[in-house]
């Protein structure tokens, strides 16, 4: 089992920064893909990032040279750092880990284990 705790969300003006991250524990020897989600008031669930085990990347597109997704194996967390912020990118961000090789790491579905999700608010 594993269990992902996220932490470093908050208010903030547009235009500033926030480091999110992603704590894991459990059996973490078996994590494959991480990835972080968001999902505004009255929106579906959007990937914002992932990271595979080989440490691969990817981003989407209204993310992409703001955000950067990174983790450290060794401390056993995964970071979004989210720079230059928008009002749009107000969410709640969730971290999701996958222990199965996940051949679609950009669904939603290829993530069996959640954390309960963190608030992301940026005002204008």
């Known amino acids: 089992q594993v269990r992902l705790v996220e932490s470093g969300g908050g208010l903030v003006q547009a235009g500033e920064s926030l480091r999110l991250s992603c704590a894991a524990s459990?059996?973490?020897?078996?994590?494959?893909?991480m990835g972080w989600f968001r999902q505004a008031p009255g929106k579906q669930r959007e990937l914002v990032a992932f990271?595979?085990?080989?440490?691969?990347?990817n981003y989407t597109d209204s993310v992409k040279g703001r955000f950067t997704i990174l983790r450290d194996n060794a401390e056993k967390t995964m970071y979004l750092h989210m720079n230059s912020l928008k009002p749009e990118d107000t969410a709640v961000y969730h971290c999701?880990?996958?222990?199965?090789?996940?051949?679609?790491?950009?669904?939603?579905?290829?993530?069996?284990?959640w954390g309960q999700g963190i608030q992301v608010t940026v005002s204008s």
């Open positions: 999701a880990a996958t222990t199965m090789p996940a051949t679609e790491p950009w669904r939603a579905g290829a993530y069996e284990h």
């Open positions: 459990g059996s973490l020897f078996s994590i494959k893909s």
């Open positions: 990271i595979t085990s080989r440490g691969d990347t």
